[in-house]
């Protein structure tokens, strides 16, 4: 069974870089098969698609975001991570990296979450 | 604000059935046919459990369907059971742009 784990700091301060990263285990995201992407989940609300990536290279950003966006790939460590600047508070939630088949296919299964709170 | 508008809140007693809607519009639902429903307990990460507006994933039981019409999605529990409680949550593609957009979430609760 495929396993997907999200790290990275639960505390960023505001203006600074929020990097977070999900390792795939018993899976590889160089798979022909299947997308790769991030998905936030604010408290008490609903989620928010963020970024998908391929192991092509290709990249779709949600864009009410994509200003502040960086979704990338290590192959070599089975990894694929997500860098927003310039956060704030409205960037707390709890964040979650997901496997989709194609970016018409919704995202199952997602990992276990982690939560992120911008505060000072 | 959520793209996809679901009612906060719904309920019915067990055994029974209940009906959640998700509103989109031709840009989401109403344009494509991959409106997916998640099902989501407290602590815990979002289910699917059903994709394609009406297929169900291995595991998920016959009394959870769904179906759309125009730009409105539902997803139907029939029998309710305890273990139904739960946040629900609609999702659709939405484009190369958007790609999925996702509701508010409904709060299903079994009395």
């Known amino acids: 069974q495929m396993e997907m784990q999200e790290s990275g700091p639960g505390l960023v301060k505001p203006s600074e870089t929020l990097s977070l990263t999900c390792t795939v285990s018993?899976?590889?995201?160089?798979?022909?098969?299947?997308?790769w992407g991030w998905i936030r989940q604010p408290p008490g609300r609903g989620p928010e698609w963020i970024a998908t990536?391929?192991?092509?290279?290709?990249?779709y950003y949600n864009p009410s975001l994509k200003s502040r966006l960086a979704i990338s790939m290590d192959t070599s460590k089975n990894q694929f991570s997500l860098r927003l600047n310039s956060v704030t508070a409205a960037d707390t939630a709890v964040y979650y990296c997901?496997?989709?088949?194609?970016?018409?296919?919704?995202?199952?299964?997602w990992g276990q979450g982690i939560l992120v709170i911008v505060s000072s | 604000q959520s793209a996809l508008t679901q009612p906060p809140s719904a309920s019915g007693s067990p055994g029974l059935s209940v009906t959640i809607s998700c509103t989109g519009t031709?840009?989401?639902?109403?344009?494509?046919?991959?409106v997916a429903w998640y099902q989501q307990h407290p602590g815990k990460a979002p289910k699917l459990i059903i994709y394609?507006?009406?297929k169900r994933p291995s595991g998920v039981p016959d009394r959870i369907s769904g179906s759309k019409s125009g730009n409105t999605a539902s997803l139907t529990v029939s029998g309710l059971q305890a273990e139904d409680e739960a946040d629900y949550y609609c999702?659709?593609?939405?484009?190369?742009?958007?790609?999925?957009?996702f509701g508010g979430g409904t709060k299903l609760t079994v009395l």
């Open positions: 997901a496997r989709h088949p194609s970016i018409l296919s919704p995202f199952d299964p």
């Open positions: 018993r899976e590889s995201v160089s798979s022909r098969s299947y997308h």
């Open positions: 394609e507006v009406s």
């Open positions: 990536i391929y192991y092509t290279g290709n990249t």
């Open positions: 999702s659709s593609y939405a484009g190369r742009n958007s790609v999925r957009v």
């Open positions: 031709s840009s989401d639902i109403g344009g494509y046919n991959y």
